[in-house]
């Protein structure tokens, strides 16, 4: 069942996004994929417009995700799902157990933990523009899509070293958006 | 105003007003509930920054269930936790209404092609800038390399493997190294 699923899938997310948004986005690719509801395209646009709207990523994510599948019921399903696992683990930290993330086998598990979302988030994102380029499907390696690539990680590192902050996640978006426009229209 | 109802607006205006993920929307709380509110001291706003890093979940869900707790007690927890998701709540559900349909506009599905390959972007930078702010001993970087190296063949060769099992196994094998090393400096004692 659809409210079944989006209730399991992101409980998990919410239990096991350690490391902040990102951590979530391999998370619930996952969930979104093996269920067959979106596919990486679809995962990037909602990435990109949850970047652009207020709000937690993955809170973001949930509610579309489940709105789009099971309508204003699976997005209040999938969005305390995704929301309850924090809650309460906050709620158990300061009511109960004030200690625990000093415990030494805690901060082993947690070493552990936040090494691989590292290596997660990172094979994420090496695949998600390995497969923006071409190299993962039948179609054949996409030049464009490759140089637009080259392009914005130029625009977006060189700004660091123009700037101090170089430019916000919203703002390589909507540059982005218009160099889609631009090369894509004529 | 009763403090139940307070916390309620006060998290509505954050989580309407955060752009930009939960790294700036922790100076936003620091801003309210710190300097304006004197809810928390700046002392558990740090303490809260460093456990909200070690819990799952979205850093703004841990900060709000924290103040809402220790100003209000469960009750004022559910109603902070509440508070902070609704706006964004509304806003995604209204844009799910038309996204679809919007994207089957030519001139915004060319700009969403461009916009794939900045999410791509980001992502990887996510990763690079966690790299460059972890400790960088033998184990953790193993785990990392390890764990990269698994779930780039696991993409590219199409076979399901869930990330939690990675995450699980890499915790596992944190928790051996670390029973081992204690075990050696336990016998080097003797």
Not at chain 1, 80 to 92: E, K, M, R
Not at chain 1, 102 to 131: D, E, F, R
Not at chain 2, 50 to 73: D, H, L, Q, R
Not at chain 2, 79 to 105: C, K
Request: net charge positive.
């Amino acid at each position: 069942m659809i409210y079944l699923d989006l209730l399991i899938g992101f409980l998990e997310v919410g239990l096991f996004s350690f490391g902040g948004a990102y951590a979530a986005i391999p998370l619930i690719r996952d969930v979104v994929l093996a269920h067959g509801w979106m596919d990486d395209e679809m995962i990037s646009y909602m990435i990109a417009v949850s970047e652009s709207t207020p709000g937690p990523l993955m809170v973001n994510l949930a509610t579309y995700i489940g709105s789009n599948k099971g309508g204003l019921l699976g997005a209040v399903i999938a969005t305390t799902a995704v929301v309850l696992p924090a809650f309460f683990i906050i709620l158990i930290i300061m009511g109960l157990a004030k200690t625990l993330l000093k415990n030494p086998y805690a901060q082993a598990i947690l070493t552990g933990l936040k090494s691989c979302v590292i290596g997660v988030i990172l094979a994420t994102g090496a695949y998600m523009i390995l497969g923006n380029c071409g190299f993962m499907n039948e179609n054949g390696i996409d030049i464009t899509a490759i140089l637009i690539t080259i392009g914005l990680a130029i625009v977006y590192y060189g700004a660091r070293k123009v700037r101090k902050n170089g430019i916000s996640p919203i703002g390589l978006i909507c540059i982005a958006a218009v160099v889609g426009v631009v090369v894509y229209g004529i | 105003m009763p403090i139940l109802i307070e916390l309620f607006l006060t998290f509505v205006r954050i989580g309407l007003f955060t752009f930009g993920g939960g790294y700036a929307m922790l100076s936003i709380i620091e801003n309210i509930c710190v300097e304006k509110k004197n809810w928390i001291t700046h002392d558990e706003m740090m303490n809260v920054t460093v456990i909200a890093e070690s819990t799952p979940g979205p850093i703004a869900i841990n900060c709000a269930t924290f103040v809402g707790y220790k100003k209000g007690k469960v009750p004022g927890a559910v109603l902070a936790t509440f508070g902070v998701v609704l706006p964004s709540f509304i806003i995604i559900f209204a844009i799910s209404m038309f996204l679809e349909g919007f994207l089957e506009i030519t001139w915004i599905a060319h700009a969403f092609q461009g916009i794939k390959i900045a999410v791509g972007i980001l992502i990887l930078d996510a990763a690079l800038k966690m790299i460059k702010k972890m400790q960088k001993r033998p184990l953790q970087v193993g785990i990392l390399v390890a764990a990269f190296v698994v779930l780039m063949l696991v993409n590219v060769l199409k076979i399901h493997v869930s990330s939690i099992l990675i995450m699980l196994a890499s915790a596992l094998v944190s928790l051996t190294f670390f029973q081992i090393n204690r075990f050696r400096r336990k016998e080097g004692q003797v």
